[in-house]
């Protein structure tokens, strides 16, 4: 597993987001890094929050509208994302 640091946080939602054709959740990224050993999980969960926004104002996604329940935050709605242009 690679040592987690903001910035391959950071590529590996681009890497989520370029490599389906559908709206996701966060989480659903993360799942995939932390299962295909490209991250290790990071001291503090929440850090996700600031990856999020760095991999958005570096437009590799960005908000579709839309929410769903989450199941890694008690079934709470979290914003659907996609893919965007510079991914």
Same mark, same amino acid.
């Given at each position: 597993m690679t040592e987690f640091t903001k910035? @391959?946080? =950071?590529? #590996?939602? @681009? #890497?989520? $987001? =370029?490599?389906? %054709?559908?709206?996701?959740? &966060?989480? %659903?990224? =993360? +799942?995939? #890094?932390?299962?295909?050993? +490209?991250?290790?999980?990071p001291p503090d969960g929440r850090i996700w929050g600031g990856v999020t926004k760095s991999a958005e104002k570096q437009g590799f996604i960005r908000k579709t509208g839309e929410t769903a329940p989450a199941t890694t935050s008690?079934? +709470?709605?979290?914003?659907?994302? &996609? @893919? $965007?242009? #510079? $991914?």
């Open positions: 910035e @391959r946080a =950071v590529e #590996a939602i @681009r #890497a989520y $987001a =370029v490599s389906i %054709d559908r709206p996701f959740l &966060i989480e %659903d990224a =993360v +799942s995939v #890094a932390y299962n295909n050993g +490209s991250l290790t999980p008690n079934s +709470s709605i979290k914003p659907l994302w &996609i @893919r $965007a242009e #510079a $991914a």
